[in-house]
């Protein structure tokens, strides 16, 4: 059974900060990317930030410098550090894991997601 659980979401002021962990079980957690995307109501769900299982990170333009990804092997966790928030980073985030099988090929693994709402 694979599943993906976040917490840490919630409610913040502008300017507050919040931090998301996902918990991962039912994959080989070393070999999985993970990442996080977000949603807001009437937008696309968008790529926030990617960590490798070689741990090399990115973000979408608009969070550099204010959120941070980072992941914990031993704990098969990842999480999304987030700064300076901003009322447009509202949305529902959401976990995922992209599991790599000795073929090559890829599957995507998705949490329920979790609601950060900043108010101003």
């Known amino acids: 059974q694979v599943q993906l659980v976040e917490s840490g979401g919630g409610l913040v002021q502008a300017g507050g900060s919040l931090r998301l962990s996902c918990a991962a079980s039912?994959?080989?957690?070393?070999?999985?990317?993970m990442g996080w995307y977000r949603q807001a109501p009437g937008k696309q769900r968008e790529l926030v930030a990617a960590i490798t299982s070689g741990d090399i990170a990115t973000y979408a333009d608009s969070v550099k410098g204010r959120f941070t990804i980072s992941r914990d092997n031993a704990k098969n966790t990842v999480a999304l550090q987030m700064n300076s928030l901003k009322p447009e980073d509202t949305a529902v985030f959401y976990c995922?894991?992209?599991?790599?099988?000795?073929?090559?090929?890829?599957?995507?693994?998705w949490g329920q997601g979790t609601q950060v709402t900043v108010s101003s």
């Open positions: 995922n894991a992209r599991t790599r099988w000795l073929t090559g090929k890829t599957y995507d693994y």
């Open positions: 039912g994959i080989i957690f070393r070999f999985s990317d």
